[in-house]
């Protein structure tokens, strides 16, 4: 009778799982950060950007297969014309990130919290948390939310289930199913996090699914070699996503307030 939020999500009305997820966050903030908060460490942040996001591009940069695709300034991934990622490598300056990052809340935190590793029950609608994983140097609760986005908005379980791509000089091609559910719950976590941590938390939150993305290129390369370029396809259409919006001024909090 318990199974993981993807299968839960799709088997329920929306706003069940959107209940469990505010829950979950809930009981995280009150159980686990809050009682374990610690300033923000600028030391350790250096070494969060150090290693996570100038670590994982010089990978990406290593990788035969990558490195040409990152050789052109725009992709076609299914069709549609993106940004390539070098044309985006402003949002990887170090003075940028650590503005960002400077005001995160820091404490301990779960560390992987992705839809599959909150296991909900079907009887009763209650919930637990597996998979816990420590030794981000930037521990922060952003993080966690950062990789909730990674499902959500990136639809990372989605490009699990897709068997294969193609790839044709700067035309990356895979069969992606996305549904409603997801688009309507990535709305309203996005609404809910933006009310629990305002405008600038979650540009954060959103930077912190890059780098999410970021980090899970190598183990792709290695591991999953044939469909990494859809992974490095999901990382261009977040980074670009992100781009969108900062130029949108979606998480300019004064612009929100006029708009009002």
């Known amino acids: 009778q318990a199974v993981g939020m993807f299968r839960y999500l799709h088997s329920n ?30 030391e350790k942040i250096e070494k969060y950007i150090e290693t996570k996001v100038d670590g994982n591009l010089k990978k990406l940069h290593e990788d035969r297969m990558l490195r040409e695709l990152m050789s052109y300034d725009t992709l076609r991934i299914n069709g549609v014309e993106y ?24 404490g301990t935190i779960h560390g992987d919290l992705t839809i599959e590793n909150i296991i909900c029950r079907t009887d009763n609608d209650s919930w637990y948390l597996i ?59 996005c609404d809910d996090l933006r009310t629990r941590c305002g405008a600038a938390g979650l540009h954060s939150i959103l930077a912190h699914e890059l ?3 970021l980090r899970l290129m190598p183990y792709k390369l290695n ?34 307030t006029d708009r009002r």
């Open 13 to 42: 009305p929306v706003e069940k799982s959107r209940a469990i997820l505010r829950a979950v966050l809930a009981t995280l903030e009150d159980k686990l950060y809050k009682p374990t908060a610690v300033p923000a460490d600028a």
């Open 83 to 106: 940004k390539n990622l070098p044309a985006l490598d402003w949002m990887f300056d170090h003075d940028r990130l650590r503005n960002l990052f400077a005001k995160d809340p820091v």
């Open 131 to 189: 998979d816990p994983n420590t030794g981000n140097l930037h521990e922060s609760p952003f993080l966690d939310y950062g990789k909730l986005l990674q499902s959500l908005h990136g639809g990372y379980e989605f490009m699990m289930m897709t068997p294969r791509c193609t790839v044709q000089e700067n035309h990356i091609d895979f069969q992606l199913t996305r549904s409603a559910a997801y688009d309507t719950l990535f709305e309203a976590v």
């Open 211 to 213: 780098i999410h993305w």
């Open 223 to 256: 591991k999953d070699k044939k469909r990494a370029p859809m992974f490095y396809a999901g990382l261009v259409m977040v980074a670009n996503d992100l781009n969108t919006w900062e130029n949108e001024g979606k998480f300019d909090e004064k612009a929100r």
